[in-house]
């Protein structure tokens, strides 16, 4: 049974799933549209990476204080209110004229859609109580999420040759504006708590400030390198304010991230589990289009196509992780999946500088994009797995940021890696050997995915709440099966 009987189930799932495709587009739209965007805006070459860098930081910093706020607040206003503000700061940076515009602008969608991410996530988590429906609902989710990361290249590349580079900033406007039609049609206002808590405000300062600094540290050893000073100061900074962040959620009335949360297999294994899958899979993207790009002499539109068969590839994995966890626990499809995507990688890391897309993309990309598939609706599953409902927000948020952080640390540690190796040549071949390096790696962060699998998460799923509550009846609402 459904959890709300005044909710409308498909519009929620609808609704969700329209914003995270818009949310994850927008993570990869951007990255084929830099060279246009640098010529038209006058981009100096050492400022042009922040179009991207500073919507991994506003994004992946905002995330564990928009997971709270929809618990505090309501997930529907969160969600409103998130989408409004991506929608305008797209329409802004479609609209940009300088560089400091556009990469405001770009800051703004980060915001919006780290209040919109997790609330889109606890609307389904909410709403579905656990077991096939659930599970189906977060297959659908996943499957859009993928997708919507896969298609970014395709749509970038596509808008910013034929109708021009502000348009991978406007195309979100028409998809924002579908899910905002959604919510009065049936997305619940939620249940108010019934004991107002206070926004943790210190614990907010010091997790988006911790985790900010974190992806700023990481992201910009693109220009700075590893063993920049600027790096390492950096980077102990965000440690600091991290540590600082549990020392103050351990001693706080009313926690930004109850930590009695991270005690739960569920939680804390799926949390490690999506932080390493995200790793592999962001550096697969990132190897492989250059490679396409840079190796094999692709255009951007051309490459944009190639990733076609990843997208279905995704799709057909989630689609077969659903009916997998139907019947059985998240398990039984993370550790296949995440070595078969470990297969399709080392796969990939035979590319050679005399390829083609035919002979050394197309069956590497089918056999990554699978298991990846099979990874992601589990992993979603498994996270939010005996979370009460009034910590779903929470839950949701956590692991958005885990996927973040995932994203950007491993990309940037295995690109550095992968350039160490290349040096300064320049040619195909050393090219080449440079991005297979990084795609073996990436296999191997995998092969550490179904480790983490085979080793935290529960062998049986849970079907009582795992997690104290101060509202007991949403507790019991929350772990009855359906």
């Given amino acids: 049974m459904y959890k709300n009987s005044r909710e409308k189930p498909a519009v929620v799932l609808t609704a969700a799933a329209v914003a995270q495709f818009v949310v994850a587009l927008d993570m990869s739209v951007v990255n084929v549209a830099l060279p246009a965007i640098r010529t038209a805006l006058g981009f100096a070459p050492l400022d042009l990476s922040w179009v991207v860098h500073v919507y991994a930081l506003t994004f992946g910093g905002g995330l564990l204080l928009g997971g709270r706020a929809c618990d505090l607040y309501g997930r529907r206003r969160m969600f409103a209110l998130g989408l409004t503000v991506f929608g ?18 770009r800051a703004g969608q980060g915001m919006g859609a780290a209040a919109a991410a997790p609330a889109a996530l606890a609307m389904l988590t909410t ?54 039609a959604l919510i009065p049609a049936g997305v619940p206002a939620g249940t108010t708590p019934a004991r107002r808590e206070r926004l943790d405000v210190p614990g907010a300062v010091l997790a988006t400030g911790g985790v900010g600094l974190l992806v700023l540290g990481v992201v910009r050893t693109d220009a700075l390198g590893w063993g920049s000073p600027v790096t390492w100061t950096t980077l102990a900074a965000a440690a600091l304010l991290l540590a600082a962040f549990a020392f103050a959620e351990s001693r706080a009335d009313a926690p930004l991230i109850r930590l009695g949360l991270l005690r739960s297999r569920w939680v804390a294994g799926a949390n490690v589990l999506v932080f390493l899958a995200a790793a592999g899979q962001f550096t697969a993207f990132y190897f492989v289009s250059l490679y396409m790009q840079q190796v094999l002499g692709m255009g951007a539109a051309a490459t944009g196509i190639a990733f076609l068969p990843f997208s279905l590839g995704l799709i057909a994995g989630t689609v077969a992780a659903t009916r997998i966890i139907a019947t059985r626990t998240p398990r039984a499809s993370l550790v296949p999946g995440a070595l078969l995507a470990a297969a399709g990688l080392a796969w990939f890391a035979l590319i050679s500088p005399d390829g083609s897309f035919l002979a050394d993309v197309l069956g590497p990309s089918l056999v990554t994009s699978v298991g990846a598939g099979l990874v992601l609706a589990p992993v979603a599953a498994a996270a939010t797995t005996g979370v009460a409902a009034r910590e779903a927000g929470t839950a949701s948020g956590l692991m958005n940021s885990s996927r973040q952080l995932g994203g950007s640390i491993g990309l940037a540690g295995l690109a550095t890696v992968a350039a160490h190796h290349t040096g300064t040549a320049t040619g195909p071949a050393a090219l080449n050997d440079g991005y297979a390096l990084g795609l073996a790696l990436a296999a191997a962060v995998f092969v550490l995915a179904a480790i983490v699998a085979i080793g935290v998460l529960p062998r049986r799923r849970a079907v009582t709440p795992v997690l104290r509550s101060t509202d007991p009846a949403e507790d019991q609402l929350e772990g009855t099966p359906s």
């Fill in 88 to 105: 305008l700061c797209s329409l802004a940076g479609g609209l940009a004229q300088t560089p400091w515009q556009l990469i405001a602008a």
């Fill in 127 to 180: 709403t579905f109580a656990e077991g096939p429906r659930r599970v189906r609902a977060l297959g659908v989710w996943s499957a859009v999420n993928a997708a919507g990361g896969a298609l970014g290249v395709l749509a970038g590349g596509l808008l910013t040759e034929y109708a021009g580079w502000r348009w991978v900033m406007l195309i979100n406007l028409p998809i924002v504006a579908a899910a905002l």
